[in-house]
């Protein structure tokens, strides 16, 4: 209905309804302080909402529907990703537009900050991901190889990035330690559950657990410190990996819930 609301967990009780975007609402993300919240659209906007007054900032630049948005974790940017194969940053003080990311062929599902803020992770439609500096809009690395839309998410400080796609794996590329700002394919997991696909929308950065999982079933992995070699190829259920609460309507590939090495 082209409304957001903000609702008290507790009581369930809406506390406010914001109105102006002339489209579905895609995403909504908050400040990390909780004092402001950032929505998406199908109207090819952003706006940055003051939860406390209900005034809101309209980011204007793309062309077609924004698919995801997010705050920088210092709160003064926001990102955004777009059906027109961009992403752009945005300054969330005067509103406008610092750095365009060109270079997908396709949407943008997903776009992810560093904690430091340096960098910004790119998911598309075009089955790459790309990792960009934020300050310039550069484009640092392409991470290929997927066949299906793809997510993307940090871990912690920004050394992995956890790749998930629609062909129903995920991906784990690690910093090169000659050269940090490089991005080495280190192993690919197969999913059996669609539904981790979708965590990485609700998550700042991929599920500790997730990684806990990945070195059970390497057994001497070392939280990925030693990495596997690159032609490793596993399978991974979400049931073992505990990301209870989200749900898809998609039906999983497998009624295993176990490791299948």
């Known amino acids: 209905d082209e409304t957001i609301r903000l609702w008290e ?4 009780l809406c506390l406010q309804v914001f109105n102006a975007h002339t489209g579905d609402i895609s995403c909504v993300r908050f400040h990390k302080y909780g004092n402001l919240a950032v929505s ?3 109207d090819g906007t952003c706006k940055i909402w003051d939860l406390k007054g ?3 900032k309209t980011l204007r630049g793309h062309s077609q529907e924004v698919v995801d948005t997010e705050f920088s974790y210092a709160g003064w940017l926001v990102a955004s990703g777009s059906e027109d194969g961009t992403a752009r940053i945005w ?7 610092t750095a365009i990311m060109i270079g997908h062929m396709a949407g943008v599902c997903r776009v992810a900050f560093s904690a430091d803020d340096v960098e910004l992770v790119t998911g598309s439609a075009d089955m790459t991901c790309r990792v960009w500096r934020v300050e310039t809009g550069e484009c640092l690395q392409v991470l290929s190889g997927h066949r299906g839309v793809v997510l993307a998410s940090y871990n912690a400080d920004a050394s992995m990035i956890l790749t ?6 995920c991906r784990i590329w690690c910093r090169d330690k000659y050269n940090k700002s490089l991005l080495e394919y280190v192993c690919e997991y197969i999913v059996q559950n669609h539904s981790l ?3 990485l929308l609700m998550s700042d950065h991929f599920p500790p657990s997730l990684i806990t999982t990945l070195t059970a079933t390497e057994r001497r992995l070392n939280n990925i410190v030693s990495p596997p070699e690159s032609s490793a190829r596993r399978a991974i259920s979400v049931g073992e990996v505990g990301l209870g609460g989200f749900s898809s ?8 819930d176990y490791l299948d090495m």
């Open 9 to 12: 967990v507790h009581t369930g």
């Open 249 to 256: 309507d998609e039906e999983a590939d497998s009624d295993e």
């Open 197 to 199: 696909k979708h965590s």
């Open 91 to 97: 300054d969330t003080v005067t509103g406008g537009c």
């Open 54 to 56: 209900g005034q809101c």
């Open 164 to 169: 998930i796609s629609k062909d129903n794996t």
């Open 40 to 42: 998406s659209s199908g």
